[in-house]
């Protein structure tokens, strides 16, 4: 028969795996661009104006590394939790957490230097996203709850209790009524690194850029990163080598929730500077996407947090420049997601037209 | 497969590395001078009205919603007809760090009004403004300005007071349901107003609230609509962008009350009325004072004699008398006549919050965190 048949690759792929991703690519820009011209917008200007509008030139590279800053963060967390094989969707709402965190350090301690401002605002952010993060991971450990349906759950919990304080106890007496806490001080603003030459980015990318080192010299260098790696191949293997598997799940869970607290704490302070519902926009799911198409790699993490940023940036251009609807992101987006984790398919496997032997 | 993947990456982080630098070389010429001329370009243009005009939008949610954002972009359209402008907008801009982004890259594509249309683009729209002083920025429904920054608003709570007069007459449960967005001064006040129109026709009657927290989210605004229907509602209003509520009465059989535009369409046989925004007026007579350098900043409120904030059609259920004491209640309205809120006016603990004989102060209006007497539902 001449059936195609699917076989496990032996050998693994070298310079194949780039062109399955660059094919992909192409692939969905192709039917994206086909999407445009069905519309009545010429495809190829749309094209040029996604990557100036993203990628082209400095003002658009400092917007999509502004925004890719908090993608990057969260993605981070989500894949050390995922490579444990623990699915931990509950990135959105342990931003949420780190953000009242850091604005729980603010309001409580408001007349800090900026030395020690700083530090107690991450601190806060990290423990509130942690624990927040944590209390599933017990949950699991203890009553065998599926961590899926209980960090997304925690999600909501999360930003509706955020909402609750801003529309509460938090809420500016100044701001007629509007729920946003106050404006920070100045010590509690993360500033810009320099404006002259980096425009509005902002110290929160050395953030990103020391925890992103410290976690790769944790997974690679230190006995506690081997076992999580470990134990995320196989758990049982891992319980039967004594590992200490338990720890483990709730070590990568209080991570994942210091980390998107992290970038909770940073799009408060330095974007908006204040705590306000609008800091809640899915950057907790954005980062599942991210961590699925980087396949868990810290590298490919920030080039595709940087992409997907980007992309995001872009599309905004669209829509002003050529008038596509706001739907054509998503669209595109998605199209980019399906098409690259279809074509990973292909890293693992071929297709033979050989006869069973 | 660890090669593969790292080969991979050197290879596309080169090649981003090689377009980044090339793009940046290339663009960084052209960039620079174009962001020093911008003021100077923006400064001649009321005395030279052959440059065409750019007037850009931002709407917090998509075009198509046939409410609040479809309110904004029909005027958009009727300005993109007059003569010498062009107008863009991009629709389903969250209002933290994005909208900021949005705004500073229409002013750096040298827009010479952007009008901003959600409470949330205030602080980014004034951040902007202080870039670019050559340039006009409308901000909608917020408080602060600039010299190159007005907030404006429409009194729609005039409407909204007398939509609740139709409401209160056509109720039998005495029960009416009001599914409303957030707990800010905006919606309450719309609250407030529709409750005293009820109640000025219809003492008896009860205006019960529940907050969905959204603006834009069909189901769980008809969900909500139904839970008021599930305690007794017999005429459902709005302060949301989609038309759930209104096919949430139709289905039950009950009336209901529009908000943004005639919903009429989407609950033919439940549409009472609706409290409608035209906001077509005011934006040509923004473009009209910039193009003649005559724009002041300042904080605008119309009312409903300026037509920025109307009434639909009635439905055809709605009895000849009622029309006529809701006309004739309007009419002194726009004369100046009748003030919603004029005393006295009690909050829900009985406690009289506007005095016999006095008229609540715009800026008590503007900050309105509570619920006048006879609504059932909390602040919070």
């Known amino acids: ?357 | 497969m660890r090669k593969s993947v790292s080969a991979m990456l050197l290879v596309a982080a080169m090649l981003l590395m090689a377009a980044l630098t090339g793009c940046g070389e290339d663009k960084k010429p052209a960039e620079a001078p174009k962001a020093e001329q911008k003021p100077a370009a923006a400064a001649p243009a009321p005395a030279a009205p052959a440059k065409e005009m750019q007037v850009g939008f931002v709407y917090v949610s998509p075009v198509g919603d046939v409410g609040w954002s479809w309110a904004h972009d029909q005027a958009r359209k009727a300005i993109e007809d007059m003569d010498g402008v062009t107008t863009s907008f991009v629709e389903s801009v969250p209002e933290g760090a994005d909208a900021e982004r949005v705004i500073q890259n229409m002013a750096r594509k040298g827009y010479d009004i952007i009008f901003t249309t959600s409470f949330g683009y205030m602080d980014p729209t004034l951040k902007v403004a202080e870039q670019f002083p050559g340039i006009t920025f409308m901000h909608c429904s917020g408080y602060k300005t600039a010299p190159n920054m007005s907030n404006y608003f429409g009194r729609m709570y005039q409407a909204r007071y007398l939509t609740g007069m139709v409401a209160g007459a056509m109720t039998k449960s005495n029960i009416l349901g009001y599914v409303a967005a957030f707990p800010i001064p905006e919606v309450i006040r719309g609250i407030n107003a529709y409750t005293l129109g009820v109640r000025a026709v219809n003492p008896k009657a009860e205006v019960r609230v529940v907050w969905t927290k959204t603006w834009y989210d069909p189901a769980t605004e008809k969900e909500a609509a139904k839970s008021l229907l599930d305690v007794g509602a017999d005429v459902i209003a709005q302060h949301q962008d989609s038309p759930g509520p209104q096919e949430a009465a139709q289905e039950r059989g009950v009336y209901s009350v529009g908000y943004n535009s005639n919903m009429s369409q989407f609950a033919p046989k439940s549409h009472l009325t609706a409290a409608v925004w035209n906001w077509t007026p005011f934006y040509k007579d923004v473009v009209e004072k910039v193009r003649k350098g005559e724009w002041k900043s300042g904080a605008y409120w119309p009312g409903i004699e300026t037509g920025i904030v109307g009434v639909a059609p009635y439905g055809d259920m709605v009895p000849q008398d009622v029309r006529a004491k809701v006309d004739a209640r309007k009419a002194e309205i726009v004369a100046g006549t009748y003030k919603v809120f004029s005393g006295p006016v009690k909050d829900q603990n009985g406690a009289v919050r506007v005095p016999e004989g006095q008229v609540l102060s715009d800026q008590d209006m503007l900050g309105m965190t509570w619920f006048v007497e006879g609504v059932v539902g909390s602040t919070q």
């Open chain 1, 1 to 357: 028969m001449f059936l195609p048949r699917v076989v496990k690759r032996q050998e693994p792929l070298q310079w194949g795996s780039f062109f399955i991703f660059a094919a992909a690519l192409v692939v969905s820009l192709g039917v994206s661009c086909a999407l445009l011209a069905v519309h009545g917008k010429p495809p190829l200007k749309a094209l040029a104006v996604l990557w100036s509008g993203g990628f082209g030139g400095p003002f658009a590279l400092e917007d999509t590394l502004l925004k890719s800053i908090p993608i990057f963060l969260c993605s981070l967390g989500v894949a050390v939790s995922f490579r444990m094989q623990v699915w931990n969707i509950g990135a959105e709402g342990q931003f949420a957490l780190g953000a009242v965190g850091a604005t729980w350090a603010v309001l409580t301690f408001p007349v800090l230097p900026l030395w020690a401002m700083m530090p107690v605002m991450f601190l806060c952010a990290a423990v509130a996203g942690g624990l927040w993060a944590a209390v599933p991971a017990v949950l699991r450990l203890r009553f065998g709850m599926n961590e899926i349906i209980s960090t997304l759950m925690f999600n909501y919990i999360g930003i509706l209790f955020l909402q609750f304080l801003v529309y509460g106890v938090w809420k500016d007496p100044t701001s007629f009524g509007f729920p946003m806490t106050s404006i920070f001080p100045k010590a509690a603003i993360i500033g810009p690194i320099s404006p002259a030459t980096l425009g509005r980015v902002h110290w929160g990318l050395a953030v990103c850029a020391g925890v992103a080192v410290l976690l790769a010299v944790f997974l690679k260098r230190t006995r506690l990163g081997f076992e999580l790696l470990a134990g995320g191949e196989n758990p049982r293997a891992a319980r039967y080598a004594r590992m200490p598997y338990n720890l483990l799940v709730l070590l990568v869970m209080s991570l994942c929730g210091a980390l998107a607290g992290f970038a909770g704490c940073i799009e408060t302070s330095a974007t908006v500077n204040r705590l306000q519902p609008s800091i809640m926009v899915g950057y907790g799911y954005t980062a599942i996407v991210v961590a699925w198409l980087s396949r868990l790699r810290i590298t490919s993490i920030a080039l595709f947090a940087f992409l997907l940023a980007g992309l995001r940036v872009g599309v905004e251009h669209l829509q002003l420049d050529l008038q596509v609807p706001a739907a054509f992101g998503g669209i595109l987006e998605g199209m980019i997601l399906l098409s690259v984790l279809a074509g990973q398919f292909f890293d693992r496997y071929r297709f033979t037209l050989k006869g069973r032997s």
